[in-house]
């Protein structure tokens, strides 16, 4: 009862994700030492090693032949091939993911869940993958039929929710099966909260506003 009293204090954040945008479209057309020129749905923009962009786009790394970009919440690579930036094909075997902390102070992303893709919202603090009923609907989880009742105690007072288990849950190249969550009923929000019920299959490394998480 005290992990998901500490997953229902954070679902108050769902709230700040309500007016996400969508995914932007993303062209770098220029490399130089420690900066790199792009164009984000068109606007022409300069980055610096360690900047983030308003539209949230955040460069790790550049010089004249690459950039490391984290877009989604997930590292990305360009290179100069043929005259031609463009993306870098990440190797079959690679199990690392680069999360960069949004102005917000949140890490958010992308990933799938039981197949079907998701907006998250990564939490150290919560025990459990919390899901706002609405999306547990969207993605098929008949959470009533499938799950476990539970009450839960809040600080706004008591409500219910389904203790589940999840076939499949994915982050960019890492993957996790038969992951615990719990479907929040009367909350709705775009985003999943990811909590350690998935992040504990993984190394986790925080360096300043960058969060990796690699396959153990």
Not at 36 to 56: K, N
Not at 58 to 74: N, P, T, Y
Not at 165 to 189: F, H, S
Request: hydrophobic share 45%; charged share 25%; no cysteine.
């Amino acid at each position: 009862m005290k992990q998901l009293f500490v997953i229902m204090l954070l679902t108050g954040i769902f709230a700040t994700l309500a007016g996400a945008d969508a995914r932007p479209e993303i062209r770098v057309v220029g490399l130089f030492a420690g900066r790199v020129a792009i164009e984000i749905d068109g606007q022409r923009r300069v980055l610096r090693e360690g900047e983030t962009s308003p539209e949230g786009i955040g460069l790790m790394q550049a010089d004249s032949e690459q950039a490391i970009l984290v877009v989604d919440g997930v590292e990305r690579r360009y290179v100069l091939s043929g005259g031609r930036i463009q993306p870098a094909r990440a190797p079959a075997d690679r199990q690392r993911i680069t999360l960069l902390r949004k102005a917000n102070g949140l890490y958010e992303t992308v990933g799938t869940i039981n197949g079907r893709q998701v907006e998250m919202l990564i939490d150290t603090g919560a025990s459990l993958v919390a899901i706002p009923a609405d999306k547990a609907r969207e993605m098929g989880i008949d959470y009533r039929l499938q799950g476990e009742k539970i009450g839960l105690s809040t600080a706004a007072g008591s409500k219910e929710g389904w203790r589940v288990k999840l076939d499949r849950v994915r982050l960019g190249e890492l993957t996790a099966q038969d992951v615990e969550a719990v479907v929040l009923e009367g909350e709705t929000a775009h985003a999943i909260l990811l909590g350690m019920s998935f992040l504990e299959r993984f190394r986790l490394n925080h360096q300043g506003d960058l969060l990796y998480l690699e396959a153990q």
